[in-house]
């Protein structure tokens, strides 16, 4: 019985998640609709009003639903810490049909769907173990469109953080419209390949307008975000001063012989929504 309300509670989040842009991105979407004009403001209208129905009926704000994506920090007290796993994949399999959500996981050599948004390793699960009896789980769907213009780089050393920044704003180029922009972008610098692309994608975590601890990182999120703006490709790619809402580093030490670089972007349906599980199985959903 207490494993149905866990599951309940996790529905919960992920139709917030769905249906409910978190105030910090809907700030930055009406920020940029007070300074574009033309058909920029008129994307950014349609994209807000679009956001404004989808909360008001409870429907997902967008057709690709994404694929479930979940971060959870959990206490070594917790009771759920063997079991949160295996809740989580039977709470999407009930969403899929009670929100609803479009099944989006396919076998990868066969293409077979399975129609409930698992299979396997999927829902995506990112650990972090603390101290503590609470469980903390952010949701994060991560849609194709934007998905699929994530990017590694391997570059060499020399090129140092102006190479790094290059190669942010060339990728962000190639991409145009493809991503659904205004996007928000994650980067991750160092560590391996895989940790890079890591780094990339718990960088979306951080709400917006919030810079990173470090004075020097925030400063290149600065200049990055400056930069994109100014390529003019604008909200959906039509053109415009908005083409990221924000920039978002995470870095880790590397190895002297290499200079790994991961993005990951995040449409503006910038989709995340938060809950917390407390050991005697009472929940609440940010």
């Known amino acids: 019985m207490k494993d149905d309300h866990i599951i309940t509670g996790i529905c919960t989040l992920i139709k917030k998640a769905e249906t409910e842009l978190p105030k910090d991105v809907l700030t930055a979407l009406q920020q940029a609709y007070s300074v574009e004009t033309g058909i920029a403001k008129l994307q950014l209208e349609t994209i807000l009003k679009n956001v404004e129905l989808a909360k008001k ?26 079991t949160i796993k295996e809740l989580i994949s039977k709470a999407v399999k009930k969403a899929t049909v ?5 099944p989006n996981t396919v076998d990868p050599f066969t293409g077979k769907n399975h129609g409930d ?36 780089g391997m570059l060499k050393p020399g090129v140092g953080i102006r190479g790094v920044q290059e190669f ?39 709400p917006l307008g919030v810079p990173h601890h470090q004075p020097r990182v925030a400063r290149i ?24 809402l924000d920039v978002h580093i995470e870095t880790a030490h ?22 917390v599980i407390h050991a005697n199985g009472s929940w609440k959903v940010d």
Not at 98 to 102: A, G, Q, S, T
Not at 175 to 200: E, N, R
Not at 257 to 274: D, E
């Open 254 to 275: 590397r190895h002297p012989a290499s200079l790994p670089i991961g993005i990951v972007f995040q449409c503006w349906a910038y989709r995340k929504a938060r809950m």
């Open 117 to 152: 948004n698992t299979g396997e390793n999927v829902p995506l699960v990112t650990w972090d173990i603390c101290n503590g009896s609470d469980l903390s789980i952010t949701a994060l769907p991560k849609g194709g469109g934007s998905e699929n213009m994530s990017a590694l």
């Open 98 to 102: 009670e929100i609803p959500l479009r």
């Open 168 to 206: 942010v704003v060339k990728t962000v180029v190639k991409a145009g419209g493809s991503p659904c922009p205004p996007t928000v972008l994650g980067i991750g610098i160092g560590g391996g390949a895989d940790d890079a692309l890591k780094l990339a994608r718990r960088a979306l975590l951080r």
């Open 57 to 82: 009926t409870g429907c997902p704000m967008c057709q690709d639903t994404g694929i479930q994506t979940f971060f959870i920090r959990v206490g070594v007290h917790s009771p759920y810490i063997h």
């Open 221 to 244: 999120e600065k200049e990055l975000l400056t930069r994109i703006n100014k390529t003019g490709i604008g909200p959906m790619g039509l053109g415009g001063k908005t083409t990221v």
